[in-house]
């Protein structure tokens, strides 16, 4: 089923991707499309790696995998320079220009076929990104029809780098329910409130790491037109979504899971942070089932990956549950995420979740935003430390009402032993913060 041509024919020549120099209407798109349709069958290729994440050249190559049974890999300059799999060993090549050259290796007598699907990297934040094999059609599985009705024709903002699994989500979403998509990837927080305003964005995207940044950036014209406030890539926690609500009262707050090896599984609107606890013992629309093993939630549903291209095994359980590595904690009833299996900090032989320390502190008035890190001690192997970006108006003495409160309401393990003043703490392109080394 042609999904997206369908949409987009749909839509005569209506701006679909803005731009201040100029925008690409859904007839660029789909011209665009046929140009690359016309290249890989010329060529006989099957095997596409595009190197371009401009929007409109993603939407057209994303139409050709639509109606083609093409392998399209989405390289990603945040992961560098990744060595594909063999099996994925690209006939052509689209570079950041559009342009379509030959693959290293293209060779027209080559007779291996080859996987259709859409391809993307893992971010390679624990280790070389790996290669997810994912169906358009499990991409969309989220976007019913009523979902696209309630967010027809908006403006979205594009914050996330375009070939990631969330940004292709937004993507997606803009083409799919006849909005447009600015794009505002690598922007300061700053220049993305300028241009939310200039072209009346009314729904945005971005981890909780960026909203904490935008919410320092907002002056007071704020930004009138945003009617959704979407948030993922991290665990949402409690005092940004209420910062949220509180500078943007007439937007719709909303915190989503998604990965993607799991694909979009669920979103929160309820305004708490976590997810209720009674969606353990039922099935979700898509039919995602959630459940929690050794203190992990695994997940099964229709949006799970295919497979890891190359040798990497998939993580499945033998009953077929994906473990996301993310670990959860049932507290009353709501199940709230404690942090990843890798980030654990020993701390006398006991564990501590850096983020668990940093949603506490990021629900104090005068905290901003906080990075939690393992300090080497010779009695307790590590003890913690904070960094913190003190709140407009903040007291000098910070640190000491922090570490009081701290002690206060925390165990001894999980209290900060240092805290540092800081104007900002380092951020990725894909607005998350940057693991301590």
Known sequence: ?????????????????????????ADDILRQAIQFSDAITTRGACRIFSLD??????????????????????????????????????????????????????????????????YLLTSGTTGRPKVVHQTLEALTARMRRESLEKNRGGIWLLTYEPHSFAGLQVVLSAALSEGALVMGHGRTATEICRLARTFRVSHL???????????????????????????????ADQGTLDRLQRAFPQAR?????????????????????????????????????????????????????????GSHPAPLTEDGWLRTGDLVEVVEDRVLFRG???????????????????????????????????????????????????AAGAPDNLAQELLRACLRDLP??????????????????????????
């Not at 609107?269 to 093993?293: K, Q, S």
């Not at 001894?412 to 240092?418: D, N």
């Open 340 to 390: 990843r299996d890798d980030e654990v900090i020993n701390v006398a032989g006991l564990k501590v979740f850096p983020r668990e320390v940093e949603a506490y502190l990021l629900a104090h008035p005068h905290v901003r935003e906080a990075r939690v890190l393992a300090i080497p001690n010779p009695m307790t192997g590590a003890v913690l430390g904070a960094e913190i970006v003190p």
């Open 205 to 235: 995207s971005g981890t909780p790491t960026f909203w904490r940044s935008l919410l320092m950036a907002v002056d007071s014209e704020g930004l009138p037109s945003l009617r959704q406030i979407t948030l993922g890539g991290e665990a």
């Open 412 to 437: 001894a393990h999980k209290v900060p032993r240092r805290f540092a003043m800081v104007e900002r703490i380092p951020i990725s392109s894909s607005w998350k913060k940057v693991a301590p080394r």
């Open 53 to 118: 994440d401009d929007p409109a050249t993603l939407l057209a190559l994303l139409v050709v995998a639509e109606s083609f049974p093409v392998s399209l890999v989405l390289g990603r300059a945040s992961a560098g320079d990744v060595k594909l799999p063999e099996e994925l060993e690209p006939d052509v090549v689209v570079r950041d220009s559009g342009e379509i050259v030959p693959g290293s290796h293209y060779s027209r007598d080559r007779q291996t076929g080859c996987a259709p699907g859409i």
């Open 1 to 25: 089923m042609s999904r997206l041509r369908t949409t987009l024919e749909a839509r005569g020549n209506s701006p679909v991707v803005l731009r201040e120099q100029g925008n690409v209407g």
């Open 253 to 309: 707050v909303t915190h989503i899971y998604a990965s993607t090896e799991a694909g979009a599984l669920f979103a929160v609107n309820d305004g708490r942070a976590g997810f209720p606890a009674a969606w353990l013992g039922e099935e979700l629309p898509g039919g995602v089932r959630l459940r929690i093993r050794e203190g992990m939630l695994e997940v099964q549903a229709r949006s799970l990956m295919q497979r890891y291209a």
